[in-house]
């Protein structure tokens, strides 16, 4: 069966990704422009999503959210769990680049793994341990430059970050930043392993594309928008 999807639709949740919590009213020209399709597909496109109540029309002409989306993210909010979003993708990427897979989040003046899947253990899950301290690894780089704002990076760095060595001179990780709603930072996608080998896969690339295709599906998976995540994760 064919999982190449419908465009019509594609299209239309694109619209609904081009409101934020900074811009919550288009004109019909606004939003051909930001979600770079024509103004007569913006409109047929909007008038199905308006007749559905995901959008709703001013008496002014601006395009809005609709009521129906505020049912759905409630529906939402109290059916999510985050494990069943993370663990999934991290076997996923255990399986298939024979590493360590962890996520990673923020915490006061601090970072916490919350999940890791061990690919020697048949995919074992362990979950949360103790805060850690921010330290000199890859993971704690990405969580204070995307979660805490700490200037980390002077310049937007290449995805993932490699690092090895920077705790102890025998494992090495690649690390990628993960995204939520609103395009805000959520947590680090870490894949951890023997230097040895983490070493040759940063020479051969071969781990970049996993890495940045999983963390795009678990930010989108977890509300960053899909025009984010292409300008995110595509590789340099």
Known sequence: MSNDGVAAVEKALALLDCFTEDRHAFSLAALAKASGQPVTTTLRLLNSLERMNYVIRSEAGTYELGHRLLYLGKLFERSFRLEAVVVPVLKGLA?????????????E?????LYR??????LRLSRASGPRDFDQTATSDVIRHWGSSEPVFEQPPRLPIFKSGSRDAHTAAFVTP???AGNKFAGALTLSGAASTLEAANVTGEFVEPQLAAAANLSRALGASHAFCQSIYTPR
């Open 109 to 113: 003046a601090s970072w916490r793994c």
């Open 95 to 107: 399986k298939t680049t024979g590493a360590s897979a962890s996520y990673s989040i923020a915490e």
């Open 117 to 122: 899947v061990e690919p020697a253990e048949g």
């Open 178 to 180: 993960v995204f939520s």
